[in-house]
């Protein structure tokens, strides 16, 4: 990606500053880099920078450490980055070095690499708390631990050493859970390409087509664009739409057969995820639509609960009855839908929840629960909303004509202040409109 603009460094900026304020005078916060992953052999995988390294920073490079250290006379955002090298710059690319980390993104000191722990005696001396997350990075656990130590031990000469340890997600995820305008702009744009791509993949679904055939559809919307798979597509035609991970995405369609995709891309960080099921032949069965219906009128009913002030648990709620209800109605499920609710008998054929965070990752930060309780909506936020039934083929005791039909739908919302913004409208999801897309 390229080196931020004026407009993105004040946003960067701007998101440092909120975290300093949170970690307080006597705090330090140490973010390390994502690492270049092996593949296989000596073959990698596409780098992708951590998120929470992305979010502050904008700087796309492994093997790098931010530390923010209020106070400081130098200025509190320090960047280690990988030095120059003329000979790995021609095999991998371009570096920053230091002089490009703090000339393009901001920092005001920069070191390499190689020289963080000779400076984080300076930087942890007289702070009482690290803002740093122990486990998620092994490599840098016993080094920032052993110059803890060394600062304890000298620390009856006068340099007071750290007392305590703070996961950083209790600060900054939180943060990261509320969407800036400059990340709604990137947002919206993930979410308009894979809208367009989900388009595109129903237009080119054919009776006789292959699986693979059509993930390649959305992701060669994804590449022109400028974009790539936020996560790995899931295509599943028939019986494989009941598998809700399913990733081979090998096998033939079947004029009949209903098809399942859930893919998004990911523009500058940012991940759409939408999830369309639509039939191969154009059109949906009897059988296809009455479930399809239950599936929207579910997904319809949990969206208009994203207002701001509302629990965050009533999407999954409301959704959960409106899909019972059906169920009953359809004769997959007997009984009181109530009472299937609190036995989770429901959990038979719709087994996940009914969305999540999204944001710089798929699955996005940010708590669900504040002191035990589900927390209300905010401006700001956005969740994906994402009902489904699953008929697994061969279930006993339901009519044969439900048999192997997966349906799920799924959209990207915004808690708008004045009530839920659908950032994937691009997309048809009544059984018209699909089949209106499909007719071309």
């Known amino acids: 990606m390229p080196a931020p603009t004026s407009l993105e460094l004040a946003e960067y900026a701007a998101r440092r500053a909120r975290l300093i304020e949170a970690i307080g005078e006597d705090g330090v916060a140490i973010i390390p880099s994502a690492h270049e992953v092996i593949r296989n052999r000596d073959s990698h995988y596409r780098f992708r920078q951590d998120s929470d390294f992305l979010y502050l920073s904008g700087f796309h490079e ?15 955002f320090s960047l280690f980055v990988r030095p120059r090298d003329a000979a790995r710059e021609i095999w991998d690319g371009r570096r920053a070095g230091p002089e490009g980390a703090v000339s393009q993104y901001g920092a005001d000191q920069a070191f390499v690499i ?6 984080l ?39 007071a050493a750290p007392t305590d340890f703070v ?3 209790t600060t900054l995820h939180e943060q990261r859970l509320i969407k800036s305008e400059a990340e709604l702009s990137l947002l919206r744009k993930a979410c308009d390409v894979s809208a367009a791509a989900h388009v595109r993949a129903m237009q080119a679904t054919k009776p006789g087509s292959w699986e693979w055939q059509v993930a390649a559809e959305i992701h060669h919307e994804f590449e022109r664009n400028g974009m790539e798979c936020g996560y790995g597509s899931i295509v599943g035609g028939g019986d494989n739409a009941c598998i809700l991970h399913y990733k081979e995405n090998e096998s033939q369609l079947r004029n009949g057969d209903l098809l399942l995709i859930d893919a998004g891309g990911e523009y500058r960080g940012y991940t759409a995820d939408i999830t369309r099921t639509f039939p191969v032949g154009g059109s949906y069965s009897g059988a296809q639509k009455d479930v399809y219906e239950v599936v929207l009128a579910a997904q319809l009913a949990a969206i208009a609960e994203l207002q701001p002030g509302n629990s965050s648990a009533r999407p999954h709620e409301v ?3 409106v899909l019972t209800e059906g169920m009953v109605a359809l004769g997959l499920l007997k009984g009181d839908p109530e009472e ?34 589900p927390r209300p909506f905010v401006a700001g936020m956005v ?16 009519d044969p004509r439900f048999h192997g039909i997966g349906i799920r739908i799924e959209d990207d919302v915004l808690v708008g202040a004045d009530g839920p913004d659908v950032l994937t409208h691009g997309v048809p999801k009544t059984v018209a409109g699909v089949e209106a897309v499909m007719r071309g």
């Not at 492994?62 to 509190?76: C, F, M, N, T, Y």
């Not at 990075?137 to 304890?152: F, L, M, Q, S, T």
């Not at 299937?340 to 940010?366: A, C, N």
């Open 383 to 398: 969740m994906t909303v994402e009902p489904g039934l699953y008929i697994a083929p061969g279930t006993p005791g339901v």
């Open 340 to 373: 299937l609710i609190k036995t989770e008998k429901h959990k038979q054929f719709y087994m996940h929840g009914t969305g999540h965070w999204l944001g710089l990752d798929v699955h996005d930060v940010g708590r669900y629960k504040l002191d035990g309780k």
């Open 114 to 119: 190689g020289e963080f722990e000779g400076q």
């Open 121 to 159: 005696a300076k930087l942890l001396s007289g702070r009482s708390r690290v803002f740093y997350t122990f486990g998620e990075h092994p490599e840098w656990d016993p080094k920032i631990a052993a110059c803890v130590r060394e600062i304890r031990e000298i620390s009856r000469r006068g340099a």
């Open 62 to 76: 492994p093997d790098s450490l931010i530390v923010l250290a209020p106070g400081r006379k130098e200025g509190p």
């Open 319 to 321: 959704a959960t009855r």
């Open 167 to 169: 996961a950083l997600e």
